[in-house]
């Protein structure tokens, strides 16, 4: 299926995310569960608050998708662009998904996901040119950190800081861990 024949049928489909693998498989994603949706909605609130000290590069969330070098089409839970990423960027490119892999990306562990899956999806992005990913597992309270040519880390506690593209932002993951209370 072409790019283009990919990104309509994505589009009129909208009650659902698809993504494609590079292998052109189409994965379906449900709609995401009242806490998934609340903790995506912090990160997101967080990330945006982050970019607006700079107003530099862009903050995408998780209705965005990226057609990635490797041919996979995939939508991160958040993603920040750095400037020099969107160069080349006009307008009717933001009518469509970007030919672009984020410089940042984050991806949060839902309860239908399985760890394994989401730690491959990890490396498919830094296999594509992502300079730095988050996987959130809210429901461990523990965020896997990938980096390129890196040692996957395990980061616990209430707060993680960012590093390269994302160099001074500050997740509260308190905030985040209280998406998933009641």
Known sequence: MSDEAFEALCFANDFFTLERTREGEIIVHAPAAAAAGDGNAE??????????????????????????????????DAAYLLPKTMKGVDR??????????????????????????????????????????????????????????EQTATITGKSIQGTGPIDGFTLDLAEVWNCYEI
């Open 43 to 76: 990160i997101i609130y967080q990330l945006r608050a982050w970019w607006k000290t700079h107003r530099r590069g862009r903050v995408f969330d998780s209705s965005t998708g990226f057609f990635l070098v490797d041919s996979s089409m995939l939508n991160p």
């Open 92 to 149: 009717d490119a933001i009518d469509h998904f970007l030919y672009r892999c984020p410089d940042f990306v984050i991806e949060v562990l839902s309860k239908s996901d399985r760890l394994s899956e989401a730690k491959a999806k990890m490396e498919r992005w830094i296999e594509n040119g992502a300079a730095l990913g988050w996987l959130i597992d809210p429901y461990k309270r523990r965020v896997f950190v990938y980096a390129p040519g």
